[in-house]
């Protein structure tokens, strides 16, 4: 702070300090703080006593009362309210802080310095204690307006202690007071602390929480940077709004009128508060863009990042290397596996073919031995008997017996020989033995086992009526009832037990009926008529049908044996009809009655009708459907070619 020397005070008060004074910097003009000072002449001698100037004695009382007005009662130029309600006329407005000796504190003052400052600022600009200032007027006319300049300044001061001292006009005023709304846009790095600290503390001013944080410096916690950032975005303002343009209420002419006016003044304000936030908001943005804390935090998370990726990275690759490794080593092992099969295979195929080789050998060894033993027949031996010693002994011992046959000539050869051949039959004969019973014993095992599953597999199959008792005992007893499913099998009473009958229920309950065997369940079921078959048939020619039924049916007694003989030869064609004709050289005859039942069959189930053939068999007396079928291709037969004669 600059001290300027060359401004002496008389006296001064305990703020000053070391007798220098404190000049404070405000949205008003500076002052010098100081308690008591020389009025009139008083000052005037002083002021020149310390200015060390030589003046004429003889000074022009109007610029004694000029200078005595400037000292006692200084003016300062008032800053526009918007809107608050104007304490003088015109466009200037008095500083209520500096009428009250306020101004270097100004809104931070506290209600008891407002209050004290009041009383000592009253005291002294009373009009009583002013009085004497009118006996220095020499005319009439200069005391009067000596006398209503006192009045107004005390009015003054007694209008600033008024809205000082009420919260809300306070905050009117305050909001009101002259601020610096710039906002820094751009700064260096070396200079963020002091661009944007000052901003951040003038504007903490509004703040509707305190204390504010404060930016702080470099070396402060992440946290409390975040904690500051979360504040300030988070930030809520007390300040008011007036607005140059607001309507005064006081001047409605009506309810209505007045209504009106709060609702424009409510626009007006709600429009500067968004634009205040904003203001708040963009100086917050330009603060967190350009703060090097946060920028050394994101780059550390970016480059903490880049690291981790980097890191997924090389692990994929290690990964990727590690299972190209892992499968180059599977490759090489089958590869080596197939080299070591190879080599063995290769190996058991030279000793085989060695074996083969020696064995071969052996063989033709025995040949040559008992050569001389087949050409004399020594003992009924054969080259048959020498071939087969050749192929069911092995090597070895086809060697020792040649090693046997070489120490013996003659008859022992032979004798060698015929005991070998023994030998091998016996032992052939033993293994065809022992063959025998394995698969004997195998097929016993296999026999058993299939008769054991089958038997475990067997289950009695459910009858029609068991499964109409099933559905009516699961319908009356429900989910629910106690031994629901021991109650229903003692419902049913055929000693199906528990299991079973939980089988039945996934089982056969949810068997959807057969479509396709309905209509012979239907036939089955269907009691014999005693009326004539077809409309349009007569009663004598059902007799007449019927007459050679039991005939055949005589004859097919007599003539069981005969037809059980042939019976595998015969064609389902030429079993009995099931509508009681017999099949015989006659069947294949159609009577005009039975060829008019077969017409209407066939016009009364259409192609579309289920079941058309067996419902138009049943329709014509004494055919079966082959019959039917083979008639009616027939009568396709000769209707074709009768249009083709045409």
């Known amino acids: 702070m600059v001290v300027h020397a060359s401004f002496r005070l008389i006296s ?36 020149l006593k310390l200015l060390g100037c030589e003046e004429d004695a003889e000074v022009d009382d109007q610029k004694v009362s000029n200078d005595k007005e400037q000292t006692c009662f200084p003016s300062y130029e008032s800053y526009s309210s918007k809107g608050k309600k104007k304490s003088g006329e015109g466009s200037n407005q008095q500083d209520h802080y500096a009428l009250l000796g306020l101004s270097h504190l100004r809104y931070l003052a506290t209600e008891d310095q407002i209050r004290k400052s009041y009383r000592e600022t009253a005291l002294k600009y009373h009009p009583d204690k ?23 300044h005390f009015k003054a001061v007694q209008e600033a202690y008024e809205v000082l001292i009420d919260p809300v006009k306070r905050r ?13 846009a751009d700064c260096t790095p070396q200079d963020f602390y002091k661009v944007f600290g000052p901003a951040f503390t003038r504007n903490g001013r509004w703040s509707a929480i305190q204390p504010v944080p404060s930016l702080s410096d470099e070396n402060t916690p992440l946290k409390e940077v975040d904690n500051f ?50 203001r708040i908001r963009t100086l917050v943005d330009n603060a967190y863009k350009r703060d090097p804390r946060i920028l050394k935090r ?20 290690l990964q990727e290397e590690e299972a190209a490794r892992a499968a180059e080593e599977e490759r090489r092992r089958k590869v080596e596996e197939e080299k070591r099969v190879a080599e063995v295979a290769l190996q058991q195929k030279k000793v085989k073919e060695k074996e083969k080789k020696l064995l071969r050998k052996e063989r033709t060894r025995l040949r040559t031995l008992s050569a001389s033993v087949t050409s004399q027949h020594l003992l009924d031996v054969s080259t048959e008997d020498v071939e087969s010693l050749c192929m069911s002994f092995d090597m070895e011992q086809l060697r020792n017996l040649c090693d046997k046959m070489e120490k013996s000539e003659g008859l022992e050869q032979a004798k060698l020989i015929r005991n070998a051949v023994g030998h ?71 000693g199906r037990s528990v299991e079973e009958i939980l089988k039945a229920t996934k089982t056969v309950l949810l068997q959807k009926p ?17 009326s004539i078959a077809s409309p349009l048939t007569t009663r004598e020619e059902v007799v007449g049908a019927s007459t050679p039924q039991v005939v055949q049916n005589s004859g097919a007694r007599t003539d069981s044996a005969e037809e059980s003989s042939s019976s595998t030869s015969q064609k389902p064609a030429d079993v009995t009809a099931a509508n009681g004709v017999s099949s015989s050289s006659d069947q294949d005859a159609w009577s005009a009655v039975q060829e008019r039942a077969l017409v209407q069959a066939l016009k009364t189930f259409p192609k579309e009708t289920s079941q058309r053939w067996e419902r ?31």
Not at 13 to 36: F, H
Not at 298 to 317: F, G, N, S, V
Not at 514 to 530: C, I, N, T, V
Not at 619 to 644: D, H, Y
């Open 514 to 530: 057969d479509g396709a065997k309905a209509f012979d369940s239907f036939l089955e079921k269907r009691k014999p008529a005693q």
């Open 616 to 646: 138009v068999a049943t329709a014509v007396p004494g055919k079966t459907v082959i019959q039917c079928k083979k008639k009616f291709a027939s009568l396709k037969e000769n209707f074709r070619s009768k249009k083709s004669a045409n």
């Open 130 to 152: 002013q009085a004497a200032l009118l006996f220095a007027e020499e005319t009439e006319a200069a005391k009067q307006a000596k006398k209503d300049e006192i009045e107004s």
């Open 12 to 47: 001064y008060s305990d703020e000053l300090v070391d007798g220098q004074p404190i000049y404070v910097s405000s949205n008003c003009l500076p002052l010098k703080a100081s308690k008591y000072e020389p009025a009139g002449h008083s000052f005037h001698a002083a002021a």
């Open 229 to 278: 950032y979360n504040f300030w975005y988070s930030f809520k303002s007390w300040r008011e709004f007036p607005h140059a343009d607001e309507f005064d209420l006081e001047q409605a002419e009506s309810r209505d009128h007045k209504r009106w006016m709060e609702r424009q003044n409510a626009k007006l304000t709600e429009k500067a508060r968004k634009e205040e936030y904003a």
């Open 298 to 317: 994101k780059e550390a998370e970016k480059a903490e990042k880049l690291k981790k990726k980097e890191a997924k990275y090389l692990a994929k690759k």
């Open 424 to 494: 091998a039959d016996e032992s052939e004969a033993k293994k065809q033995d022992e063959k025998k019973n394995v698969q004997q014993n195998g097929s016993v095992e296999t026999n058993g086992s299939t008769l054991l599953k089958s038997f475990e597999k067997k289950e009695k199959p459910w009858s029609k009526e068991e499964i109409e008792l099933l559905r009516k005992g699961m319908q009356k007893y429900p989910k629910g009832t106690s031994r629901r499913w021991e109650v229903i099998s003692e419902y049913i009473g055929t």
């Open 172 to 184: 009117i005023y305050d909001s009101t007071d002259e601020f610096d709304d710039a906002i820094p």
